[in-house]
């Protein structure tokens, strides 16, 4: 069968010495040949197993592919029928070109532009991988500043070093997890600042730092205790104008809490104009 078509002994030259309407001996019909077929494709398929294989009693089961008359053919063989040194084969040609479609794998242009193909997939993939890689690489560098600022304001809280008014972050970040977690740290250090108003903030330090307990608990401890104003403030008060006394309070507030603060000592309260303050409790000084 070719494409389609089939023969028959309709097909066969009658000149030539035709096993199908005669008796001729096993050695001329193992020599037969459909050469003389009207179908040229099967002609040179029957001449190319022949001249490959001298008998089409040695024609052995196979799959190949092969030219015939200028195109591409799959040729596929198998024995139907094999007696008394007889052998009847089964041949199969399909055109390569009807499956296909017009695409020839074989050929050097089409080779070529599956080469192309395959060159401009991998580029193309390679360029994904790497703008995937610097997209990953910019998350991470900005995700990491991030958190190191929120890392830094952290250790700035636990240890109260901030103003009044003043917050430790003063940025926010785009990331809405990292945004979360400073939206927390600025209400904690709203919360701080206001509790340091009415705790000394020593104390607030070390209950931060773990060094005080829950509890209530006395102890038995020798102490020094300042109380310190300032000389004539009431008549201070009633000669200088609001605005020039409050600078002039802060100032001097300012002022002594840090000398106490550096001497080791814990500022208690302000009254009025007065400073209180202790050494030695609640954090024990050694030298005291």
Known sequence: ASHGKYFSHSDIDYSANNPLTSSPPVAEFQRYTP?????????????????????????PELDASQVLNGE???????????????????????????????????????????????????ITLGVVVVVALLCALIISWLVTISMSR??????????????????????????????????????????????????????????????????????????????????????????????RLNLVTQDYLQAMCKIIVESGGTLDKFIGDCVMALWNAPRHLKHH
């Open 72 to 122: 591409k053919y799959w040729l596929s063989t198998t024995a139907i029928l094999s007696k008394m040194g007889l052998r009847v084969n089964l041949v199969l040609l399909v055109d390569q070109q009807s499956i296909l479609g017009g695409i020839d794998a074989n050929t050097e242009s089409t080779l070529e532009s599956i080469r192309r193909t395959n060159t401009g997939m991998m």
């Open 35 to 59: 050469i003389n077929c009207t179908d040229s494709t099967i002609q040179s398929a029957g001449a190319w197993l022949l001249a490959s294989f001298f008998s089409w009693n040695a024609i």
């Open 150 to 243: 929120l890392a830094l304001g952290m250790d700035s809280l636990s240890l109260l070093k901030f103003e009044d008014g003043k917050p430790l972050l003063v940025s926010r970040s785009r990331f809405t997890e990292v945004a979360k977690c400073e939206g927390s740290f600025l209400s904690l250090e709203r919360g701080l600042q206001a509790f340091v108003k009415f705790v000394p903030r020593e104390v607030v330090r070390m209950m931060l730092a773990g060094e005080m307990g829950s509890t209530t608990a006395m102890a038995r401890r020798a102490v020094s205790i300042l109380f310190m104003d300032i000389a004539g403030f009431s008549t201070l008060c009633e000669q200088v104008a609001v605005e």
